[in-house]
């Protein structure tokens, strides 16, 4: 793609896909269309009588449980984290999302097909200024031992880091410094992982209903279920930031910042946007065009090329 990032960019042209729900385990079609500037990202209920239209914004947000979750008047899409995620990572301002069903389609649990239909359908440069968040001071949520510390920085990184009592996770830790190449080739092919005898819990409450193989790294006790193994051996961290990436997209703009965040999820990286919002003095909303060039350019890694066939399904 080619783009500026101080300009508001849509999609060149509407695309479509289908796939199956990782809690509902519906089939749902997922329409993506270009939308006008200043619009943003929304997500309209095509199913529902009245087509209601909800804001991909944290104000939205009605439940972080295994997933975000938007709603209003009752009405929501669950699991929009993956695909706000390759938003963000496209650099994507303004889209219209229509789902026929309550929830986005899981693909292969990472944000790669998701991409993958964004560089089908292109971008379309918009003429508008882009605002960025920028953190102007650091500022700490702690939960147990769980935290999310943000400070402020030349550009988006983020330090993740796990910790899981299995042979294979352990303790994982990834430092990333946003790039648009960087994304595509880090990030957004990580999928989603769980352990079985969670999964299998999940599934008696009714969850997870569409989760498989095909759309998740699943571990027992002790080793992995995949035939195929990992896409990075490093997979889990890099889709925690694959994850907290699509929560902070949330926020509505790209946000110029340092983040450490340590054994979180979709409920604390909500806690943390609430606090970040709500505390004055900690952010500053400026035009992009105003702001220093070499923010946009923070990570000085080799380019992606060729894209990462291996990873990613016949939409
Ligand atoms: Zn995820």
């Given amino acids: ?24 385990g519906a089939k749902v079609s997922m329409k993506l269309k270009p939308a006008p500037a200043n619009f943003g990202i929304r997500f309209r209920r095509m199913d529902v009588c009245g087509q209601p239209v909800i804001d991909a914004h944290h104000h939205r947000v009605v439940d972080t449980f295994q997933a975000t979750t938007i709603g209003f008047d009752g009405v929501v899409v669950a699991t929009i984290e993956h695909v706000m995620a390759a938003f963000l990572g496209a650099a994507i301002d303004n889209v219209l999302v229509e789902l026929d069903g309550p929830e986005v ?22 003429n508008s200024v882009r605002n960025c968040l920028s953190i102007d001071k650091t500022i700490l949520l702690k939960d147990g031992e769980a935290y999310i510390k943000a ?49 299998q819990k999940l599934q008696n409450m009714g969850r997870a209903q569409g989760g498989s193989l095909d759309n998740a790294v699943v571990f027992d006790d002790r080793g992995l279920l995949n035939q195929g ?24 703009m790209p946000i110029i910042g340092y983040f450490e965040v340590f054994k979180a ?9 609430e606090q970040l919002t709500a505390s004055p003095g900690c952010c500053t909303v400026s035009r992009a065009a105003c702001l220093p060039a070499r923010i946009f350019h923070t990570a000085p890694l080799p380019s992606f090329a060729g894209g990462f066939p291996q990873m990613v399904k016949t939409l």
């Fill in 1 to 24: 793609m080619n783009y500026t990032y101080f300009q508001q960019h849509t999609i060149g042209r509407e695309v479509v896909c289908s796939g199956v729900g990782l809690h509902s």
């Fill in 105 to 126: 389609p899981i693909f292969d649990g990472s944000a790669a097909p998701f991409l993958r239909l964004l560089w089908k359908a292109g971008t379309r440069r918009q």
């Fill in 151 to 199: 400070a402020p920085s030349d550009g988006f990184r983020v330090r993740y880091a796990i910790e899981y009592p299995h042979p294979l996770v352990g303790k994982q830790e990834f430092l990333w410094a946003f790039d648009e190449d960087g994304f595509a080739r880090d990030i957004a092919g990580a999928r989603t992982f769980g352990f079985l005898k969670d999964v």
């Fill in 229 to 252: 193994g990992f896409r990075y051996s490093d997979e889990c961290v890099r889709h925690k930031i694959l994850d907290f990436m699509g929560d902070l997209a949330l926020m509505g």
């Fill in 265 to 273: 999820g979709h409920t604390l990286h909500r806690r943390f946007i």
